[in-house]
């Protein structure tokens, strides 16, 4: 068991992301209370039966009373009505924080919101199963993980570091950036592939001569690995390229530049400038096992046995 | 152990495919020897150290002497030479398969060069990892996985069938098609996913305001789904593409075309058609988790705890 960090934490939002802070803060003693919100009653009343926090609040306001560390943890286009939902209650000197994959459009929104009289430190988990809701949570989400926060305006440097803190207590390595920057960095490594998981998704569904059975069947010829990031939750992600629009766009139309390059050497079989590109993308997967951030069991260690 | 299919099986081409073949056969019994070749004189070495086949063969005309059966087992463009290869060494009525990712462009070139001795029973398992050569493969590739037969005019209902044995044995569901339609249900599911991921992870070394360390670092996000799959055979996946070059044009056309739509759903924040797209592609992920193509382990089983 680690330090107590904080006394009371209030977590708004109990998904994926907010239930497994609960449960890691729980599980390693870093609040002396963890007090739980989330705007969908039957996602408090499954909070209550798992007993992820010590208490499940009735309200945002009454949640955070005499907090000293509030996680607000909703989709990025509920984040600002969130900061409003708990405005009143907040303590002097509190420190919020927020785990969107947006920050620049969201800092935005928060500043003029949040009462003067609590500090901001904005965060970004790199982390997430394509599961949502407080069942899917578990504490070891983060462990092994980075975790980005972009300090702003109302963020002090006691209470960013108070926040890393808890990040890495929880297993995650910190790393601090500006909003923007971190806005172009997770376009192009998580949004454009969420993106384009989400389209070839749909592309497939629609090809008429071929059956949905049959893409279903042959999917471990690769279509699966996308449909697992295009499982994740349709409305933080309709959020994320809401409030990301620009960065997103960006480099979108840096993708299909380079698709477009590689439609050509297919049709003009240029077999070497294939092949040249194939052995540079392989290097990078090599990087990411080497860095951690991946497993190198072949096939991410799926079962390869079954029962007939 | 299973019953033996066959008396002498020879495999051509050891890499990730025909060694697991090598080890399931023998694993389970369904061959009473098993001779392998590779044009790779290190591969036969290892092959040898491995002790995957009975036997390694020094040609590819020696190996198939006297074989029931000849997997060819090469990328699909070296398929040509290596039946070449094998076409002096080939038995009166051997059956002779291979496991190419496409169909009918193997199949034109296979019919042009394989003596009138033999019989050709085209397959392609859709099985495989992103390691490649004979320290990848294992006996449990092809467990619960599907293979796909396509026969052709040299094909017998017989040999048919006693391919289709063997991949029942080595643990796979059969399913036969024509080598056309194949050669689109490939290429939604498995060329265009290869295509793109490659074309990601090309796009996402290329990004100037993003270092490389960055991508790797915070690839969790989403981009290292897409690595696994671009990390895969550089020389089999130019070779497919060049060999299906009109279907993975068409359905690139289409995946270009969404692409434009979701593009312009984003600059005009249409929200709604945005969460209506992502709602219908989580469904289609469940259709795989229930038919037994992918685990439903949360972010594929990988390990969440780590060492500091």
């Known amino acids: 068991m680690a330090d107590q960090l904080f006394d009371k934490i209030a977590i708004v939002g109990l998904g994926l992301i907010g239930s497994s802070i609960a449960r890691g803060v729980k599980e390693r003693g870093l609040a002396r209370e963890v007090v739980g919100y989330d705007l969908a009653p039957e996602v408090r009343s499954r909070a209550k039966e798992l007993g992820i926090c010590d208490e499940i609040a009735e309200s945002a306001d009454t949640a ?34 927020e785990v969107g994959s947006v920050k620049a459009a969201v800092i935005r929104q928060v500043l003029a919101v949040l009462p003067e009289l609590a500090v901001f430190v904005p965060g970004h988990p790199i982390a997430g199963t394509e599961h949502s809701g407080p069942d899917a949570g578990f504490a070891e989400l983060f462990d092994g993980r980075w975790c980005i926060l972009t300090p702003c305006e109302r ?29 172009i960095v997770l376009a192009i490594t998580s949004h454009i592939p969420h993106l384009i998981a989400f389209n070839i ?17 042959f999917s471990a010829g690769g279509f699966r690995d996308f449909t697992r990031i295009a499982a994740s939750d349709p409305v933080m992600w ?8 620009d960065a997103v766009l960006e480099m979108l139309g840096r ?7 590689l439609q050509r050497m297919i049709r003009w079989e240029d077999g070497a400038a294939l092949e ?24 991410f260690g799926r079962p390869h046995s079954h029962d007939d």
């Open 64 to 97: 955070v009373v005499d907090a000293d560390l509030v996680i607000v943890a909703v989709p990025v286009g509920a984040t600002e009505a969130a900061m409003k939902a708990i405005a009143h209650g907040l303590a002097e000197g509190a420190i919020v924080t």
């Open 155 to 183: 963020s002090t440097g006691a209470s960013v570091e108070k926040v890393a803190a808890l990040w890495r207590a929880l297993g995650s390595a910190v790393e601090t950036m500006t909003p923007e920057h971190h806005d």
């Open 201 to 217: 998704v749909g592309t497939a569904a629609d090809v008429e001569d071929v059956t949905q059975s049959e893409v279903i069947k």
């Open 238 to 245: 309709r959020d994320v390229f809401l409030h990301n629009k």
């Open 255 to 261: 993708f299909s530049e380079d698709l477009a390059a």
């Open 276 to 299: 040249e590109l194939f052995t540079r993308t392989r290097a990078i997967r090599r990087s990411i096992i080497e860095a951690g951030q991946d497993t190198e069991e072949p096939d």
